[in-house]
């Protein structure tokens, strides 16, 4: 089984809102037609639905199964952190920095989408445009329809500078805003509904994933609704999901005899080694590992372009020396990396389940 490596000249999720905002001469052929070149444009993001998971359940999402379109890749690692920052600023993850849901920066693990290492709130010692400062969305400074709580948060700023925020606190909030924005002549507007990968994680790909998935399709057809004549709706996501259950696999202890520290999350662990313990714990991850996940270097990482073509200086020193990222539907255990509640569906790897995702339009 290889790794789903993104084209990132081609159908990947940072390219998908520069399509929009810029539009080239010709359509991509990637692109759905009812997204290329409409008077007004929403860009919805669904977080944690994957392709793989909208197929198995059409039943359920008749407005979804009336779009037009097909699946895309999302960035490495397939995680909230890093898809949304190539989502928002338009490239790839080696350009851009946020190349992780936890961090290495100087030393320190940064939770970015807290924005907390262990000492607590990091927005002083690690200063949000520090880690990455491109404008957002090509500088076009759209509305941009998110939850109100994330306003002033490091990550919003860190991936949202210069927007203009419109806070919703409940679904049909979110739908309102959008339709204020339309109303307003906006031409861009960018929309983030975070539900379906708050209930996989808790609860896993069964009934309250399934309830989620057709919550989230009455939204969708909300939005469909509110589109004024020549505007179009465009769906896509970050990445998809991974049932494991409580498959939690502890890293071998002849590997953390080399281990430094632990970044990155379950699916997607960075190790970093010890002084002069590179190449021991490469064998010992290979030795231990190598049938369970893809156990890569950092330069091979680098060179199989699982970032992107361009890696800065910045995004390579925030990498581990040896990367596992899992093939299983298993998460490698890292007693730092805790939560309120042990998450049942998880992503971060490059296999399908978690790397396809909808690219999906409909003009009114």
Known sequence: MQPFIPDYDGPCLSNVAPVLLEPPQERPAWLPPAAFRPQQVVLLALDGLGWDQLTERKALTPALRSLDGGPILTVAPSTT?????????????????????RINVR???????RWQT????ARVGIPPAGIQSRPAFLGHRPVVVTRAEFAGTGFTAAHLSDVRLVGWRVPSTLVTEVKHALAAGERFVYAYYDGIDKVAHEYGL???????????????????????????????????????????????QDVMAHVELLSGEGRFRWLHARPGAQQALLAAATRHHGEQAWVRTRDQVVD????????????????GDVALAAIDPIAFEDPADTGPYRLRARHGSLTGAEMRIPLLAVRA
Not at 81 to 101: D, K, W
Not at 118 to 121: E, K, M, Q, S
Not at 304 to 319: I, M, N, Q, Y
């Open 81 to 101: 952190a890093t898809a949304l920052s190539s989502l928002a600023l338009g490239c790839p993850p080696g350009e851009h920095g946020v190349v992780g849901y």
């Open 107 to 113: 030393g320190d693990v940064l939770n970015v989408l």
């Open 118 to 121: 262990p000492a607590g709130d």
């Open 206 to 252: 069964s009934d309250h994933y399934d309830a989620e998935l057709r919550a989230v399709d009455h939204l969708v057809a909300d939005l469909i609704d509110a589109l004024p004549p020549g505007a179009a709706l465009v769906v896509t996501s970050d990445h998809g999901q991974v049932d494991i259950g409580d498959a939690i696999v502890p890293i071998h």
């Open 304 to 319: 199989e372009e699982w970032f992107g073509p361009k890696v800065s200086d910045a995004a390579a020193s925030r990498f």
